[in-house]
C-alpha cells in the first residue's frame, strides 16, 4: 500500500485483532515454523539496524529484536501503527510512518530490509524492491517473504478476495520466480515453510510432512539478495 491509499488502509478494521490468530493451534503452529524459517535465512545481527517494511503490529520485528536485530518498522497503517505501539514492551522496534516505494532512509544506511508477506499489498512490486536495494548498505541483504501463488493458503486468500474481505481484495499474489524476475535477480538463497493445508488437523507436524511428500507449494517461500560491495 502507498501513502496515496493511506486513507483506504484495507488493514484499519483489522489491526486489533491481526495478532489473535497465532494465539490459536494452528495459527500458532504456522507462526513458529515460519519464524524458524526466517531465522535460518537471515544473516546474523549486525552494527547496523535492519529495516522491516510493512511491519504491520510489529509481530516479526519483535521476534527478530529478541533475537539481537536492531529493528526499525516501517508501517503506512495508522491503524496498525497504533496497535504495533499498543503492544510495545522491551523487544519493540522504533517505528517509522512511510511505504514501501517511498521509504524515509537515507542511501546505504540499514544491513538489511525485510519483506515478511508484504509484496502481496503494495502497488509497485518493483519499486519496493528497488528501493529496498537503495537503502540497504554495500554488502547487506535484503529478504522477501512470500505468500506462494501456488499453495492452498493462497487458493483460500483468493477465494476470500471474491466475497470482498479486505485485505486480501487488495492482494496480489506471486510465485518465487516471479518475485526474483521483478527484483531483477535470482535469491541467493531461500527457505520454504508450511506445506499443510488451511484445514489441517493436529498432529500439525505430520500434516505438514505429509503435505511436503505430496509436493504440496509451501505457504511461505522466503527470498534473500546480497547487495554488490
Known amino acids: 500500500m502507498t501513502a496515496g491509499q493511506a486513507h483506504l488502509d ?3 478494521e483489522q489491526a486489533a485483532g491481526y495478532e489473535t490468530w497465532f494465539d490459536t493451534p494452528l495459527g500458532g503452529y504456522i507462526d513458529r515454523v515460519e519464524l524458524a524459517a526466517l531465522d535460518e535465512l537471515l544473516p546474523p545481527p549486525g552494527a547496523n ?14 521476534h527478530l529484536t529478541r533475537r539481537g536485530y536492531h ?9 496498525m501503527r497504533a496497535e504495533g505501539f499498543r503492544r510495545r514492551d522491551a523487544s519493540s ?27 502481496e499489498f503494495v502497488d509497485d512490486a518493483g519499486a519496493a524492491l ?16 512470500v505468500l506462494h501463488a501456488h499453495s492452498s493458503w493462497v487458493a483460500l ?18 510465485t518465487p520466480e516471479q518475485v526474483e524476475t521483478v527484483a531483477g535477480a535470482a ?17 500439525f507436524e505430520v500434516a505438514d510432512k505429509a503435505g511436503r511428500r505430496a ?9 534473500l539478495w546480497r547487495k554488490p560491495e
Not at 157 to 174: D, I
Not at 187 to 194: I, M, Q, T
Open 49 to 62: 539496524p535492519v529495516v522491516e517494511v510493512g511491519a504491520g503490529t510489529g509481530h516479526i520485528s519483535r
Open 215 to 223: 509436493g504440496n507449494a509451501p505457504a511461505l517461500e522466503i527470498l
Open 157 to 174: 486468500y483468493r477465494a476470500l478476495a471474491e466475497t470482498g474481505m479486505e485485505p486480501w481484495r487488495s492482494a496480489r499474489f506471486f
Open 187 to 203: 535469491a541467493v538463497r531461500s527457505a520454504r515453510a508450511a506445506f499443510l493445508a488451511p484445514g489441517a488437523e493436529p498432529p
Open 130 to 145: 528497488r528501493e529496498a536495494f537503495r537503502v540497504t548498505r554495500p554488502g547487506g541483504w535484503v529478504a522477501a517473504g
Open 10 to 12: 484495507p488493514f484499519a
Open 93 to 119: 522496534p522504533e517505528w517509522i510512518a512511510g511505504a514501501a516505494e517511498r521509504l524515509p532512509l537515507r542511501d546505504g544506511s540499514p544491513d538489511g530490509v525485510l519483506f515478511f508477506a508484504v509484496l
Open 71 to 79: 529493528m526499525l518498522a516501517v508501517e503506512p497503517s495508522r491503524a
